[in-house]
């Protein structure tokens, strides 16, 4: 069975890696939109009709662009099952937040037109922003405390996952930093696309807010970066040691960790040309505040490489690590030991070659088909508008 695999499994562990980095980078740019307008509704809609028309803008396409997080959430299952039962469960509050988050905000955007009382429609659209503000706040902390490292270890006979965190010790100073720079991208993301798909007092107020988040961004990026350099304790491994072809075993006696300040920036050293995830982060986050304005979809864009620059900043300063402890450092899950196997990793391949390409295909037809202004007119003539 194994001959008729054409790559290593050293190679799909790294292809599988990659794959998981780009479906959150679309996650956070495409459901990041969302979450950004729904965050920007108390801000730039004054008016019951101004309201309507941030929630015609997400309305056709947010089931399509939260596809991208239940993906990712499939594949962190099936590709890397020991961070799956890790995070899942030790993470346990957290994740039910998230989840309590996720689920008001489409009951919030379904029932929020059923009745003509200002009451109801303010209460929905309270909960609606809520929602936003929560879900982009829990996936900032989870980055910042990735970074940091978790208090977990492994039973050597069951390597059954043992958490030894808490809920509010999740929330130490620089994952809320983290989190605060996840609100700021997913508020500049909102505001550059209501930017381009609205007109008059919503878009220039859209505007005027995706500059604030675009400057706040760049400031808490460069900041978190001069933190991380300076203080934060990161782990590095000897990949010597390693054979990435053997079976997954996150204690594997070859396995040597060393934490140390400054540690998350080896890979920099090591590899130059990574230098280009942050460099685009910074870049793409000033091209978004300079070209928002206007309908320019090229402030979407910029915004957009802006995030995926972020989101691969993380990847490559962690490489090659899932999830680090910080009470054990030898039993971190990395990409050589955490992954499922050979095989799975390489029939799990051959679906997404042909699936992906279906919902991207999908996804740019709705858009496509989306397109052009969202104002008070068009909302009031559409028979099935919000």
């Known amino acids: 069975m194994e001959s008729l695999i054409l790559l290593d499994y050293v190679t799909l562990r790294h292809v ?7 479906l959150l980078v679309a996650f956070a740019i495409m459901d990041g939109a969302d979450l950004g307008v729904a965050m920007l509704l108390p801000l730039v809609a004054k008016t019951d009709a101004e309201r309507r028309v941030l929630y015609n803008v997400i309305g056709p396409v947010w089931e399509g662009n939260q596809v991208w997080l239940i993906v990712a959430g499939g594949v962190i299952f099936a590709a890397w099952p020991l961070l799956y039962a ?8 957290a994740m039910m937040l998230l989840l309590v988050a996720l689920i008001v905000r489409p009951v919030a955007i379904k029932y929020r037109s059923k009745i003509e009382s200002v009451a109801w429609r303010r209460n929905w659209d309270a909960i609606w922003c809520a929602s936003g503000l929560v879900s982009a706040l829990v996936f900032g902390v989870a980055i910042g405390n990735v970074m940091l490292g978790v208090p977990f270890y492994f039973e050597p006979d069951t390597l059954r996952p043992v958490y030894e965190g808490s809920f509010f010790a999740l929330f130490q100073p620089f994952a809320l930093l983290s989190g605060l720079l996840s609100i700021l991208l997913m508020l500049m993301q909102g505001g550059v696309v209501l930017s381009w798909k609205t007109e008059g007092e919503v878009a220039r107020l859209a505007t005027r807010w995706a500059r604030y988040a675009g400057l706040g961004a760049l400031v808490v990026f460069i900041l978190g970066g001069v933190w991380i350099a300076s203080s934060v304790t990161g782990y590095s491994l000897d990949t010597s040691l390693i054979n990435g072809n053997d079976v997954s075993n996150p204690l594997l006696a070859t396995k040597e960790i060393a934490k ?7 890979n920099y050293e090591l590899a130059p040309l990574t230098w280009i995830a942050p460099v685009v982060g910074v870049l793409g986050a000033l091209a978004a505040v ?22 691969f900043t993380f990847g490559f300063s962690t490489y090659p690590f899932l999830l680090p402890s910080s009470s054990q450092p030898a039993a971190s899950l990395t990409l050589f030991d955490a992954s499922a196997s050979h095989w799975s990793l390489w029939v799990m391949l051959l679906v997404t ?14 858009y496509s088909i989306m397109r052009g202004k969202v104002t008070s007119e068009s909302v009031d003539s559409a028979p099935h508008s919000y």
């Open 260 to 266: 140390q300040s400054g540690a998350w920036m080896l």
């Open 16 to 22: 599988w890696w990659v794959l998981l980095g780009v």
């Open 290 to 311: 300079v070209l928002v304005g206007g309908g320019s979809l090229l402030a979407v864009i910029m915004s957009s490489l802006s995030i995926a620059g972020v989101i």
């Open 86 to 93: 890790l995070s899942f469960s030790g993470f346990y509050l």
């Open 353 to 366: 070659v042909v699936f992906l390409p279906l919902i991207i295909a999908y996804t740019s037809w709705v």
